[in-house]
């Protein structure tokens, strides 16, 4: 999610390590970030950030290649929607509820996808086709989930958590996901094609 980072952690020294669900363990492969590239497009008046999108390069090291059972990419989902009630998954590190800590071990969240107009209504908020809602009567995304990935049951990326509400319960606000088919042409722009 762009709203996770700036320009400035490349030079202040910010890496980026793959392959570890337990954060609070050694382990992983970590990389030096060497640019990131933000939407340059505004957070919208009403909170919402249908834009909400970065990308992380990471320095190459011939060196330090995880193996493919341990860290693989991941394909973008490419449709140009996702149907009302499909079943979608999110994962992050975030907190479980509003007075919690945020876990050390990655967490999934299972949802379903909902009507945009609904969700609109929820959150009091206009959502266009650059952002997807999903949501669940006993569980939702809590801070620190954000830029966490929304994956869908062929394991394709489908959104990046943005937002969720003021409350970490299950009160039934949709996660507002950035929908990343909508800024598949930026992607491709931005790492100069390398992601078809």
Known sequence: AAHCVDRSMVAS???????????????????????????????????????????????SDPANVPPPSQVRPIAI??????????GVSAFGW?????????N???????????????????????IDFRVVCASSPVRKTCT????GPLINKSRE??????????SCSPDGVPT??????SFFQWIKQETGGAVR
């Open 176 to 181: 507002v996901f950035t929908f990343v088919p």
């Open 144 to 147: 620190n989930d954000s830029g």
């Open 94 to 102: 975030g907190k479980t509820s509003n007075a919690g800590r945020t």
């Open 13 to 59: 020294g910010h890496r980026i390590r793959l392959g570890q669900e337990d954060i609070s363990k050694p382990g992983g492969w970590t990389y030096d970030i060497v640019g990131i590239s933000i939407h340059p497009r505004p957070t919208s008046g009403n909170g919402l950030k249908p834009f909400d999108i970065a990308l992380i390069k990471i320095a």
């Open 104 to 126: 050390a071990l990655l967490l999934r969240v299972p949802l379903t996808i909902q009507k945009r107009d609904d969700c609109s209504k929820r959150i009091a908020a206009t």
């Open 77 to 86: 989902y490419r449709r140009p929607d996702i149907a009302f009630g499909d």
């Open 157 to 166: 990326l489908v959104g990046i958590v943005s937002g969720g509400g003021r």
